[in-house]
């Protein structure tokens, strides 16, 4: 009875890991593998900011001497964050082979499947070698197969899955943060993991493993290549630029393809129409869950997001931007995300948070300037310029109503819910002033764009062409003169 309901749960969370079928049968298998496939951070190209984010976590391993004696704990639980395919399972094993160390690694789908009982007692068996090899690293994969929210509701449950991950919670916390066991799970769904695992002390450091951009498509392209026999006149960049949205796996899917096309043509070497065509079948093949941007909507999302960013730059004279990226980002909840942080600091005068209000429409602003016509792509923007311009005015006095609060917030630990004390005729006028704010702002910015309508237009050019920008490169531009 268990054993279907585990299985049914298995299926579902797939993921890449058809192991839910497929291992059915091996329930007794071993799930941890020591590798020795010799992986460096050079065989994953572009995640630069990943290999950085990881480079501290391969020096401890080489040492953790030195960190104990100074008396600084590394964390135990490191989550690699990020969509199917773009490297998180290679980034593990290069930590593991640039320190030099054993990689055990199991998969969270595995678990689900098993009788009960089995999942704690082999997360328990895993952790009593790691801690014999240590210094080493442990690999789970699809962590979310077992360490998704518990929820109360579920009847029945799914007692395996809890088992195993309570065995994975009580090792953690079982051993001292310098042992040298060092633990890195995968998943794409972060939202979805109980609490638990990433209270402090657990996987408490999360290091995004995004979508490649332009550049690191054309580097994943061309590690791939050399695996490959290929005539000499690839334009790699003009692959790459066709593949947009494309993760790693899938760009070496496509290098694969090309080649298999070559053979079947009867050739000797992969040709640059041999991969342009492999990128239709691999793309095709893969359904894309969440399709691929049109290249009219990158152009659109290119100037909504360097309208943000000028219009911010514009008000404060400085770089307000750190990086603008037009790929879809796992932590964006419309695919692409703003990077635009004036930061926020105790005390926020009135003139900063309206000019935060016009760096917010500035998106939508740039939507109107250039394409004479809006997208849903602001909504999220709206919605926080709604929320800022109404505390202004009901919470901050900041407005004709003078020190008087409408809104007091009931619980600032729970959510923070505002609750509004005014009369129906006062609601009135505060919706009217928060509209009157709200419009303002976004002339301000309207008129900021069509001021810099030049550089807007080779701002946006840039991110369209290179898919993201930053701030260095912004204000490059922005500060030339022509
Ligand atoms: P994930 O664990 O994020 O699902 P994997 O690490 O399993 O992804 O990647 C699957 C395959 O895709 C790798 O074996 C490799 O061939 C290719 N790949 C993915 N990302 C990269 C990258 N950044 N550089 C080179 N190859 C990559
Ligand atoms: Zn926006």
Redesign the pocket.
């Known amino acids: 009875m268990n054993d279907t309901l585990n299985n049914s749960d298995a299926m579902s969370f797939g993921g890449?890991g058809f192991g839910g079928l497929g291992n059915f049968g091996k329930s007794n298998a071993k799930v941890y593998v020591k590798s020795t496939e010799g992986i460096k951070f050079d065989?994953?190209?572009?995640?630069d900011e990943a290999k950085e984010n990881l480079t501290e976590i391969v020096s401890y391993l080489k040492n953790p001497a030195k960190y104990k004696e100074i008396g600084a704990t590394m964390p135990k639980g490191i989550l690699?964050v990020?969509?199917?395919?773009?490297?998180?399972?290679?980034?593990a094993k290069a930590v593991a082979g640039e320190a030099d160390v054993p990689f055990f690694s199991m998969s969270g789908s595995e678990f689900v499947e098993m009788f009960v009982g089995m999942g704690a007692s082999k997360v328990r068996d895993l952790f009593k070698q790691a801690k014999e090899k240590a210094p080493c690293i442990v690999f789970i994969?699809e962590i979310d197969a077992i360490g998704k929210k518990r929820d109360g509701g579920n009847l029945g449950g799914n007692d395996e899955r809890e088992q195993t991950l309570n065995q994975l919670l009580t090792e953690m916390d079982g051993f001292e943060g310098n042992t040298g066991v060092m633990i890195l799970a995968?998943t794409n769904r972060p939202e979805s993991l109980d609490p638990a695992l990433t209270r402090p002390g657990r996987f408490d450091r999360r290091v995004p493993?995004e979508l490649?951009d332009l550049k690191?498509r054309e580097?994943?392209l061309k590690?791939?290549a050399k695996k490959v026999k290929t005539s000499d006149a690839i334009d790699y960049n003009k692959v790459a630029r066709m593949a947009s949205g494309s993760?790693?796996?899938e760009?070496?899917n496509i290098v694969n393809e090309a080649a298999l096309r070559a053979v079947r043509d009867g050739r000797k070497a992969v040709t640059q129409a041999d991969l342009e065509e492999s990128i239709e079948v691999v793309i095709a093949g893969y359904q894309k869950k969440n399709a691929i941007m049109t290249d009219h909507e990158k152009m659109v999302v290119s100037y909504h997001e360097i309208g943000h960013a000028l219009v911010a730059a514009k008000q404060t004279n400085s770089a307000p931007v750190t990086k603008i990226t037009i790929i879809p980002r796992t932590s964006g909840a419309l695919g692409y995300t703003m990077q635009v942080d004036e930061g926020n600091h105790y005390l926020m005068t009135k003139e900063e948070l309206e000019n935060k209000i016009a760096t917010l429409t500035g998106g939508r602003a740039a939507e109107e300037v250039v394409f004479g016509d809006v997208t849903t792509g602001a909504s999220n923007d709206i919605e926080q310029a709604t929320k800022i311009a109404r505390q202004m005015i009901a919470r901050f006095g900041m407005s004709d109503f003078d020190m008087v609060a409408f809104e007091t917030v009931t619980n600032q630990y729970l959510g923070g819910d505002a609750s509004l004390a005014a009369s129906s005729d006062t609601q009135r006028k505060i919706d009217e002033e928060v509209v009157a704010l709200v419009k303002k702002q976004h002339q301000k910015a309207i008129n900021i764009l069509n001021e810099n309508k030049d550089k807007l237009h080779e701002l946006a050019k840039f991110l369209y062409l290179n898919e993201t920008i930053t701030g260095e490169q912004f204000m490059e531009i922005l500060n030339k003169k022509d």
């Not at 065989?43 to 995640?47: H, T």
């Open positions: 890449g065989d994953v190209a572009g995640e690699l990020g969509p199917p395919g773009t490297g998180k399972t290679m980034l994969d995968a493993v490649p690191g580097d994943i590690v791939h993760s790693g796996a760009l070496a």
